[in-house]
């Protein structure tokens, strides 16, 4: 039991490191400039289209349009999703400094074909034309359905993963 | 209970796999943050050239980045996609260079760019997509008309230091100011095409300087126009402080004209690296002001040098901010440098290439920023990165045609009946030695016979010299003797490539007088000139302007004498109760403070050169101190005429 306690702890304090290090990493830009989504989990079926929708908020100092913000996207899956910006494309509108706009479209997320039941994410960064950037922001396209076998690296690596505990059963045996 | 707990371990120990698997995926941390720079627009009508600087601004590297797509609000670019951009190490700059061919892109328009594409992170392949807003046909700074200023300086003469500075091997000039600034410029090897006397003189005061907290420092360098092929370094130390921030450098040309901002390097001592002369300095003021904000330089490269020198700054004050210390990355810095950059090759360099095609008397202005564009981009380090690289090979190529169709029409136009041998000689010359530093001398094989064939011109050499020793001490003497050669021919060499020449030297008058203690007098003392000869070599000016040499007295030339011409003294005292006593006292007087003036051991030769202007009549007072304690005055005329 001694040794369950030391692993355990040893697994809790790891968490907590590397979680405040993730927490940290995406935080800690102090920026003139972010966004606020509605929702950052949406649900859209193969071969459909999300929209994400939320506020942008102009701290620069100087007043801002639309067309001055840039959605930047990264880290997603490019054989299923495609992410396209809304902001400023159909209108124009003015984001004075110290304002936080109404609920917009902020941009869109075409989903490929892809089997149900599956689970995607992005990275989304907002840029002003000042070169100033947000804080990076993690949304989630959740696809309906059941996904019935494990892709294959997942299942090699819970495998891997397993092994080390099996061993400490057998020897413990 | 026994259940319960394997249970509980087994819940535990998929929760620590999840937490392993979840780490794993994001490398410990490790991210990848694709931004888009400020891009670079030009074109019109349709056809439209954007370069984007792509900066990734996470913290690991991001592998093999490639562009799949662009579209400027669903127009596709036009030309092969993928564009591989290699591996963005983190903090790091890349450029997508993309071109737009569509009628439904107008000019005055806002479109949506987007880029698509993707990049390896720890063996995966991730997509991203940046997106900006885009205005087609905004003028930048390379387009918009002029808005010079001048102001009016103030120099001060009486600090002023001249030295003869070798092209082989560079050298070091230093000159203090009234107010203690000491001001040297460093010129590294092979900077120069040909040897040079380069004069610096202090600024005491600029008249209208549009920099709210005043003038600090600066000097005058000359000849004006001078330039370099290698970055010479300006480094001024002055008793004026103020936060880095609040310093700007400057510069200025002939007369005050074109006053503009110039970039200081990212240290604290106030250095700037100088490519052409005349007016550098450094002022102050907590902004840049609405003056020198709405200030357009005349020329192109003064353009790029006031861009510059707007991000310098505060990208000087950031490192150099004691808060700030070890200074932070700043990538930003560099996309903007290289925007600008690739502004300057678009619509300065690459035009001006193009107009010299044409028409040869663009080429001096194209050689000049396009020499500007290319030293700048080694100083930033951008210079091995594309499309600089590729930028950098076409513009030397273009320059190395240009500047050979340039040297073959100057052959052809000696060789007529009206040309100017001189003229043509001096700018044959200076392109085989342009090509010379570039190691492409090869590409003129026939040079030196087509120069001899030249004829290069014949210059006539008169040297008017009087040397003055005066104010010397009891027991001394004084004396003024005068110095002539008059038309000495001078041939070019078409082995040492320099004029030389060499003849008579006559000595029309030698008069003195001795400072007998009393009650001793003189007696008859005698100043006995003697004969002499003279050594000349001249070697053409190359720093200035060569490839704009329109007529002979536009040839700069660095005129070396060595006289060797005998004079004899023979002193005559008597006193009250002795009779008159005489006996040689001394010789050679004219030649040994000749020796004194100009045997400075500066200079590649180790003598004061004369720098004159053909068929220009130029005067010279230099000044020193005999070995005795007397004032040396030199007072010599030299003309380089070209008998036509």
Known sequence: MRAHARWSKFCYSLGGVLGFLFLTATSARADGIAFQLVTSTLT?????????????????????????????????????????????????????????????SLFDVVVGSVSPGSTFTLEVQLEDVNLDASATQTVTIAVPGTQSVPEPPTELFLLTGFLPLALWKLRRA | ???????????????????????????????????????????????????????????????????????????????????????????????????FNSGALVTGNKYLLTIRGTYTLGGTAFGFAINRFILLGALDIFQKPANPITVTPMLDSSHSVQTPISAVNGGTITATGADGSVFTLTIPPNALLSDELITMTPIASIGNIPLSGGFAAGVELQPQGLRFFLPATLTITSPTTAPAGQQWGFSYGASGADFHIYPLNLTAAITMNILHFT????????????????VIALKAEQRLEQQIAQLTEQERARQLDPNNQPPSDNPQYLENIATLLQQAYRDAVQPLLDAAVGDSTFLEKAAETALAWEKTLELEGLAGQEPFKSEIAATKSALVQLTITFYNNSFARCLAPDGVPLVESAIMFGVWKQLLLLGQDSLLPNFKT??????????????????????EVVGKFDFNSHVLAQDLPMRFDTTKLEYTGDGLLSYPSFTGMF???????????????????????????????????????????????????????????????????????????????????????????GILPYAVFVNTPTPFGINGFGVSGGVLVEQTTVTLANPM
């Open chain 2, 515 to 605: 400072h007998w203690p009393p009650p001793s007098f003189d007696c008859g003392s005698r100043f006995i000139p003697g004969p002499g000869t003279i050594a000349v070599t001249g070697v053409i000016d190359l720093n200035v302007n060569f490839l704009a040499i329109p007529q002979p007295s536009d040839v700069r030339v660095l005129v070396t004498v060595v006289p060797t011409i005998s004079d004899l003294i023979i002193a005559s005292v008597a006193g009250p109760d002795s009779p008159c006593f005489s006996l040689p006292l001394s010789s050679d007087n004219y030649m040994v403070d000749y020796g004194i003036l100009h045997y400075n051991g500066q200079g590649s030769n």
């Open chain 1, 44 to 104: 859209a079926a193969s071969g459909g289209t999300v929209t994400f929708d939320g506020t942008v908020t102009n701290n620069t100092g100087g007043d801002l349009n639309a067309t001055d913000f840039f959605f930047n996207f990264f880290a997603f899956d490019p054989t299923s999703l495609n992410p396209i910006q809304d902001l400023g494309v159909v209108t124009d509108f003015l984001i004075p400094n110290g304002s936080t706009t109404v609920d917009v």
């Open chain 2, 450 to 471: 087509q120069l001899a064939a030249c004829a290069a011109g014949q210059l006539l050499l008169t040297f008017d010299s009087t040397m003055m020793d005066v104010g």
């Open chain 2, 279 to 294: 007016g550098f300095g450094w002022g102050m003021a907590p902004s840049l002001g609405s003056t020198l904000e709405a």
């Open chain 2, 1 to 99: 209970m026994l259940h319960t707990c394997r249970l509980a371990r087994k819940r535990l120990a998929i929760a620590c796999l999840w937490l392993a698997a979840f780490t794993a995926k994001s490398s410990l941390g490790q991210t990848i943050t694709l931004q888009s720079g400020t891009p670079e627009v030009s074109g019109g009508n349709g056809s439209f050239t954007l370069f984007l600087p792509i900066l990734n601004a996470g913290t690991a590297t991001a592998g093999s980045v490639a562009v799949t797509s662009a579209t400027l609000s669903g127009v596709a670019a036009s030309g092969s996609l993928p564009l591989q951009l290699s591996d963005i190490l983190a903090g790091k700059v890349s450029f997508a260079n993309l071109r």
